[in-house]
C-alpha cells in the first residue's frame, strides 16, 4: 500500500516540483526572492547567452563580504558554467554588476543611498536584515546593478547566499554532495525583497561526541596534515553555516580533539566568515578544559582551593580572544562535563557559582568592554547546575539563561514571568545526538522535526530568543533536523502544529524536486518508527512483543522497498547524496530492526555493509572513516534467539467488532470496546469527537508526533496552568470522546502522553479526566529532574509517559470521556479503556478499535 502510494506521488509531483523550486521562494518563505531561467520584464541577467555579470564588493568591508562575493561568483559557475570577474573597483566592472555590501562600511553602497537610489530604511540598523534589488543606471557606465544590501556583515552574507540557493546550489552541496542544478542562463525576480530578522538571536550547532566520526574523518581523510579537525574543517563547517544562516558554533572538544584555539588561525577565520563563537556549557570563558588545563602551569580545576589559577586561566583566553565577537559561557562546571570540584552543601555550591560568575563579569569588564551588559555571556544550568540556579541569588538579569532538554528532545525549564522580564533574556541548548545516561543515541539521526518544533516553540513562546544550540554529534547523518531546527530558530511560528512535513518537504523539494513528496512521506514514516524506539536502544532489551515486532518489520520493509524504488529513479549526480540523506538511515534502522527483533544475523552483515558503502564508495571515499555504525560500542551485533520468530505471525486487522456493537453517528468519531480484542478500547488522541474550545487556548492535533504520527497539545502554551476543579471546567479546552461499552463495571483508562516537563517549574505535567458525569480527577504525569530515575530513563527510551485513572460504568451504552487541559505544555499520544485487571497494552498498543 505504502509503495503504490508513493508512486503515485512521485508520478503526480515530478512535473510540479521542478517548477516550483526553481520559481518558489526560498526553503521556509520569501517568495517574492526568485531566480529563474526565462526573463521577465525588468529582471536582472545574472548570466545571459555565457556571459555573467561581474561581482563587486568594497575591500574595506567586512572579510566575510569578500569571501561571500567570491563563493557566490563560484555559485554561479557551478550553476551556468560561466565564472563572473569578481573585482573591487566599479568602474572596471562591466554595465552590469552585482553589488555585494554591507550598510556604513561599503563606499558604493552608501553612495546609492547618498543619491537616492535605494532606500534602506528598512533594514538599518537591523539585526542580519538584507535587502535585494534592481538598480537602473546606478553608477556612470553600469547599466544596471543587482544591490544585496546587508543591514551587518551576516546580512550582507546571508543576502548573497539566499540567491545562491535560490538558483541551485544548496547550503548542503559540499557536506551531503547534493548536486547544484544546471542551467546555462539565471535571471533575477526586479521585484524588491526585503528579509525578516531572525527570530532568534544567536543561532547554532554543537559539534560533540565526535570521536567516531568528525574526528577520524578530519585526521585521516580532509585534514590528514593536521591529523584532528582543525582550520580546514571548520573553515567548511562556518560557511556551512552561513549557508543556513545561523551564526553561532560550540566547537568540538571531547579528549583527543585538539582544541579550537590551539590553532591560532581557527579563531580567524571564524571572524573571517563572521561566526560567533561560544563554548559548551562545561567548558566556560571559551575554554576546552580536557585539552588545554595543565596542572602543572595552573594548578587544581578547584576555585576552592585554587581560585588564582582558575582565573588566570580563564583570563588568558579572554585576552585572546577578546577582540573577536564572542558569547562567553559562565559558571562552572567539572574538567569534562562533571559536576563542579570543591565539594560543599547545595547552598554552598550555588553560593560559588554566584562568586565565580562575578568574577568573570570582572574580567569581561577589565578586557573586553566597561559595559559589561554589552558582552553577550550564556549561563547554562545543565544537569545538577538546574537545582543549584535555583538556590543562587538572581545572576545579572543581562546574562542569557540557557535552558537545557533533557538530553532526549524534552525541555526541563521554561522561564518564568520574572525571568522573562529579564534583559538577558532565555535561549535554549537542545540534543538530536547524545552520549549518556540512559543509553547513548550517537549513530543515526531520529529525533521527529515535530518533537523539535513542538518543544523549541514553546520554549520560545516562554521567552527563549537569545540562543538556540543544536548538539548534532559528528554533524552528519544530522543533515535534515540541523537545517529544519535553524530555520526553526529563524521563524519559530513558520511551524503552526499541522505543517511539520510540509515544512520539511520544502527541504527536500530543492535538493530532490522530482521525489519531494514520495521523500517526505518516507521520511514520516521513518521518524514515527523510530519514535517508538531508537535503533541504538533495540539491543537494550526485548520491548516488542512478537506480534508486535512482526508488525514493525513489515513497516521497515516496506519503507526498504520504497526507498529502492526511488533511488532508481534519482539521476545518477544525485545518488550520493540520496544515500547520504535517505539511504543508509533508512535502511540502516530497518536492518538494525530485523537483526533485534528477528535475530538475523544477514541483517548485521547488511548494517556493516552499508557501513563500508558510506565510508568507502560514495563521493569516491570523501566521507572514508566519518561513519560508525557502533559509536562507543554501546550497540551489540551479536544475534540473540527471539522467542517466537516472527514469521510465525500473520498480520491482521485488529479492528474487530462484536455484532451489534453500538454504531456511531457518521459525523463523529466513535469509539468501540471489542470482546473479540480482550475489551480494550483504544483511542488515538487526535480523534476527538469534538474539541471544546477554553477561555483563552484549545487542543490543536499536531502533526509528526507520536507512535502514530500524529498527538494533540494545548495552543497557546502561554496560558495559566489551571489546577482548580471548578475553574478547569470553566475555562480549559476539553477533549470529548464518544466509546461505545458493552460491559459495566470497573474500568482502567490510560493515557499515553509524550514525557514533556511542565511550564510551571518543578512540577509534574497533569490533565483532568471524567467519564460521563463523574467529578474530574487531576492526574500527574512522572516527574523527575534525575537521569539516574529509572522512570524516567524508561520514558526517553520509548518517548512515552503512561498514567491511568479508575472509572465505573454502570450499564452498557454510549458513554462520553472528558479530559481537560491543567498545563499547557502537555502533549498527548493515545488513550486505552480496560475492563478487568490484566494489562492487554504491551508495548506498541493495539490499533484503534474505531467503529467508523
Known amino acids: 500500500m505504502l509503495l503504490k502510494r508513493l508512486k503515485k506521488l512521485s508520478l503526480a509531483c515530478a512535473g510540479i516540483f521542478l517548477t516550483a523550486i526553481f520559481f518558489g521562494g526560498h526553503v521556509w518563505g520569501a517568495d517574492a526572492l526568485s531566480v529563474s531561467n526565462v526573463r521577465s520584464q525588468n529582471d536582472f541577467a545574472l548570466v545571459q547567452k555565457g556571459s555573467a555579470a561581474s561581482i563587486v564588493y568594497d575591500a574595506s568591508d567586512a572579510k566575510v563580504v569578500g569571501i561571500t562575493a567570491k563563493l557566490f561568483a563560484t555559485d554561479v559557475q557551478?550553476?551556468?558554467g560561466v565564472l563572473p570577474a569578481v573585482t573591487n573597483s566599479v568602474s572596471s566592472a562591466g554595465k552590469h554588476i552585482v553589488l555585494i555590501g554591507t550598510i556604513g562600511h561599503s563606499s558604493n553602497l552608501d553612495a546609492l543611498i547618498a543619491a537616492g537610489k535605494i532606500s534602506v530604511k528598512t533594514i538599518q540598523g537591523g539585526w542580519e536584515r538584507y535587502q535585494i534589488q534592481v538598480v537602473e543606471n546606478p553608477f556612470p557606465g553600469v547599466t544596471n546593478a543587482l544591490v544585496i544590501a546587508g543591514s551587518d556583515r551576516r546580512g550582507a552574507a546571508y543576502g548573497a547566499f539566499s540567491l545562491s540557493e535560490e538558483m541551485g546550489v544548496s547550503p548542503w552541496y559540499w557536506w551531503a554532495d547534493v548536486p547544484p542544478r544546471s542551467h546555462p542562463e539565471l535571471y533575477v525576480s526586479a521585484e524588491k525583497f526585503v528579509s525578516s530578522e531572525p527570530a532568534v538571536r544567536y543561532r547554532g550547532i554543537f559539534l560533540n561526541d565526535e570521536d567516531w566520526g568528525l574526528r577520524p574523518w578530519a585526521a585521516k581523510t580532509f585534514e590528514s596534515e593536521n591529523g584532528n579537525i582543525g582550520p580546514k574543517t571548520y573553515e567548511k563547517i562556518f560557511e556551512l553555516l552561513l549557508r543556513l544562516r545561523a551564526n553561532y558554533l560550540w566547537p568540538a572538544m571531547h579528549p583527543g580533539t585538539t582544541p579550537f584555539n590551539n590553532y591560532p588561525t581557527n579563531r580567524e577565520i571564524a571572524d573571517a566568515y563572521a561566526i560567533v563563537m561560544g563554548s559548551s556549557h562545561c567548558e566556560q570563558m571559551l575554554r576546552d578544559n580536557v585539552g588545554e588545563w595543565d596542572e602543572k602551569v595552573f594548578g587544581d580545576y578547584n576555585f576552592v582551593t585554587n581560585p588564582g589559577g582558575v582565573l588566570k586561566y580563564w583570563e588568558q583566553r579572554v585576552r585572546e580572544n577578546g577582540k573577536y565577537e564572542n558569547v562567553y559561557t559562565v559558571g562552572m562546571r567539572g574538567i569534562h562535563d562533571g559536576a563542579m570540584p570543591g565539594g560543599g552543601t547545595e547552598r554552598e555550591k550555588a553560593a560559588r557559582l554566584h562568586t565565580i560568575i562575578n568574577d568573570q563579569r570582572e574580567m569581561l569588564v577589565r578586557l573586553v568592554n566597561t559595559n559589561v551588559a554589552e558582552v553577550p555571556q550564556l549561563f547554562c544550568p545543565y544537569k545538577e547546575v538546574l537545582p543549584l540556579y535555583r538556590l543562587m541569588p538572581d545572576i545579572p538579569a543581562d546574562i542569557t539563561l540557557c535552558w537545557p532538554d533533557d538530553n532526549f528532545g524534552y525541555i526541563r525549564q521554561f522561564s518564568d514571568a520574572r525571568e522573562r522580564a529579564r534583559s538577558g533574556g532565555a535561549g535554549v541548548y537542545y540534543h538530536v545526538s547524545y552520549y549518556g545516561r540512559p543509553n547513548d543515541y550517537l549513530w543515526l539521526c531520529t529525533t521527529p522535526p515535530a518533537l523539535i518544533a513542538e518543544e523549541m516553540t514553546k520554549a520560545y513562546?516562554?521567552?527563549?530568543?537569545k540562543v538556540w544550540i543544536l548538539n548534532v554529534g559528528d554533524l552528519k547523518p544530522a543533515e535534515l533536523d540541523i537545517e529544519f531546527f535553524l530555520h526553526l530558530a529563524w521563524n519559530p511560528h513558520a511551524w503552526n502544529g499541522t505543517n511539520t512535513y510540509q515544512l520539511l518537504q520544502k527541504q527536500i523539494a530543492r535538493d530532490f524536486p522530482q521525489n519531494a513528496n514520495p521523500l517526505t512521506l518516507i521520511m514520516e514514516n521513518y521518524y514515527r518508527l523510530n519514535f517508538a524506539r531508537k535503533p541504538e536502544h533495540l539491543s537494550q532489551t526485548n520491548v516488542f512483543s512478537p506480534e508486535e515486532a512482526a508488525r514493525r518489520m513489515v513497516a521497515w520493509q516496506n519503507l526498504v522497498n520504497a526507498v529502492d524504488q526511488i533511488g532508481d529513479e534519482v539521476p545518477q549526480k544525485s545518488r550520493d547524496a540520496f544515500f547520504e540523506l535517505f539511504g543508509y538511515p533508512v535502511k540502516a534502522a530497518a536492518?538494525?530492526?530485523?537483526?533485534?527483533?528477528?535475530?538475523?544475523?544477514s541483517a548485521a552483515d547488511e548494517i556493516h555493509r552499508l557501513t563500508d558503502q558510506y565510508n568507502n564508495q560514495i563521493a569516491s571515499g570523501k566521507w572514508r572513516y566519518m561513519m560508525s555504525d557502533n559509536p562507543r560500542g554501546q550497540i551489540s551485533f551479536d544475534v540473540s534467539k527471539v522467542p517466537k520468530s516472527v514469521s510465525d505471525f500473520v498480520i491482521t486487522n485488529e479492528q474487530k467488532y462484536a455484532s451489534g456493537a453500538i454504531v456511531a453517528d457518521a459525523k463523529e468519531f466513535m469509539n468501540v470496546e471489542s470482546p473479540a480484542n480482550d475489551h480494550l478500547v483504544i483511542i488515538e488522541a487526535e480523534h476527538a469527537s469534538a474539541f471544546i474550545p477554553g477561555k483563552d487556548a484549545k487542543w490543536q492535533k499536531i502533526d509528526g508526533l507520536g507512535y502514530n504520527g500524529e498527538s494533540v497539545a494545548v495552543f497557546p502554551t502561554t496560558v495559566a496552568v489551571r489546577s482548580e476543579p471548578a475553574k478547569i471546567a470553566a475555562e480549559s479546552p476539553c477533549l470529548q470522546y464518544k466509546i461505545g461499552l458493552q460491559t459495566p463495571g470497573e474500568w482502567q483508562i490510560t493515557v499515553r502522553a509524550l514525557p514533556t516537563f511542565s511550564v510551571d517549574t518543578g512540577k509534574p505535567q497533569r490533565y483532568a479526566i471524567a467519564l460521563d458525569d463523574e467529578p474530574m480527577q487531576i492526574i500527574s504525569l512522572p516527574l523527575s529532574q534525575d537521569e539516574r530515575n529509572r522512570t524516567w530513563g524508561e520514558n526517553v527510551l520509548r518517548n512515552a509517559a503512561?498514567?491511568?485513572?479508575?472509572?465505573?460504568?454502570?450499564?452498557?451504552?454510549?458513554?462520553?470521556?472528558?479530559?481537560?487541559?491543567?498545563?499547557?505544555?502537555?502533549?498527548?499520544?493515545?488513550?486505552?479503556?480496560?475492563n478487568g485487571d490484566s494489562e492487554k497494552l504491551g508495548y506498541m498498543w493495539p490499533s484503534e478499535t474505531r467503529a467508523n
Open 461 to 465: 513562546d516562554y521567552g527563549a530568543n
Open 78 to 80: 557551478r550553476v551556468t
Open 802 to 834: 503512561t498514567t491511568t485513572s479508575k472509572h465505573t460504568v454502570s450499564k452498557p451504552g454510549m458513554h462520553t470521556l472528558k479530559i481537560w487541559m491543567v498545563d499547557p505544555g502537555i502533549v498527548l499520544d493515545t488513550i486505552a479503556a480496560e
Open 591 to 601: 536492518a538494525m530492526n530485523e537483526k533485534c527483533l528477528a535475530g538475523s544475523q
